[in-house]
């Protein structure tokens, strides 16, 4: 790699509607971000603000009713959305890979961990079955696994839930992809695992020199694995920054309540909550989608939607009155 980050990922404007009988979900509504190859992103926001099926987008495995209707997808220089199924077989798994949120339904229960690894691998390289098992073996260790030959041989359900999630993250990189995106890959683990995971990660993202898209709603994840966020609302992007940038100075109040929900371990702080929910994404609210909970709502706010500006550096902000806003990352005591 050179001095220079070269952007690996540049989404932009991507529209994802779902057709449902109550009418079109517009799950993910005109998002746009880029990312440096060789960086860890995050894309955070509460449930529902299009995290997860903008990577399925990214992907091309959005489940049905659901169809990407309009934007670009640029990776490495192609727009994945002109590509054939046959095309994109060959990016996923080789050159973008994803963990998802339970390993319980992403590795089959029929198979072993071992036919799992090694179908993946052989899907993608031209290698005989032994030297795939060894390739498998190999992948187990480096994502801490003990004993990986017997593992190798055993079913998920032989697995603890840690287990099966760093089995996983070994099948992800199977294919030795530029560019794995973790969804909420801590979900259904216990604390003491989580911490386990996110190392794991954390560690393969700098030893592999790999481009990391981290989702998650929770900001302490954020903080430890990223050096980008890219916060996303009911579809569409509130503000993007730097990490730093984004928990010392936040732009967008959406972000500032974000922040003031993150627990701080050296200080004392009230924890705020988020009052109201995310709006249906059917009948979203006129304007800023975030204005219903915003306390620094105006008029101008219910009117029209923010654009998404570019405030300086790699900073973005869709609010009206980012300017006048004087925002805290917390409240402290």
């Known amino acids: 790699m ?4 070269e952007t690996i990922l540049s989404v932009k404007d991507l529209r994802t509607y779902f057709f449902t009988e109550a009418g079109v979900v517009k799950a993910v509504d005109g998002i746009s971000f880029d990312m440096d190859e060789g960086d860890p992103l995050g894309l955070v926001g509460e449930s529902g603000s299009g995290k997860t099926v903008s990577s399925l987008s990214i992907l091309g495995i959005i489940p049905r009713p659901g169809k990407v209707m309009s934007g670009r997808i640029i990776f ?10 046959d095309e994109m077989r060959k990016v996923r798994g080789r050159k973008i890979a994803m963990v998802f949120q339970d390993p319980n339904s992403s590795l089959d229960p029929l198979f072993t961990i071992g036919f799992q690894l090694t179908e993946v691998i052989r899907a993608h390289f031209e290698v005989s079955k032994s030297e795939a098992f060894e390739r498998g073996v190999k992948l187990l260790q480096q994502v801490g696994i003990s004993e990986p030959e017997t593992r190798m041989k055993a079913y998920p359900h032989e697995l603890s839930g840690g287990m099966r999630q760093r089995s996983a993250i070994a099948r992800a990189l199977a294919g ?3 560019l794995l995106i973790a969804d909420e890959p801590t979900t259904n683990l216990d604390v003491t695992i989580q911490a386990q995971v996110l190392t794991l990660l954390k560690e393969l993202q700098r030893e592999l020199r790999m481009s990391l898209i981290m989702i998650t709603h929770d900001m302490g994840i954020v903080a430890e694995m990223t050096k980008k966020v890219v916060v996303l609302y009911a579809g569409m992007v509130a503000e993007v920054g730097s990490t730093r940038d984004i928990f010392s100075s936040p732009k967008h109040p959406y972000t500032a309540a974000l922040l003031k929900a993150v627990p701080r371990l050296d200080r004392r702080m009230n924890l705020v909550a988020i009052p109201g929910n995310i709006p249906n994404l059917i009948t979203p609210p006129a304007g800023c989608r975030f204005h219903p909970r915003c306390s620094y709502m105006t008029q101008l706010c219910i009117d029209k939607v923010p654009p998404l500006e570019k405030i300086g550096g790699a900073r973005e902000v869709a609010c009206h009155h980012w300017k006048e806003l004087k925002l805290e990352r917390e409240v402290t005591r």
């Open 2 to 5: 050179t001095g220079l980050s």
């Open 76 to 85: 490495r220089g192609e727009n994945l959305l002109e590509k054939s199924e």
């Open 176 to 178: 030795e992809p530029d």
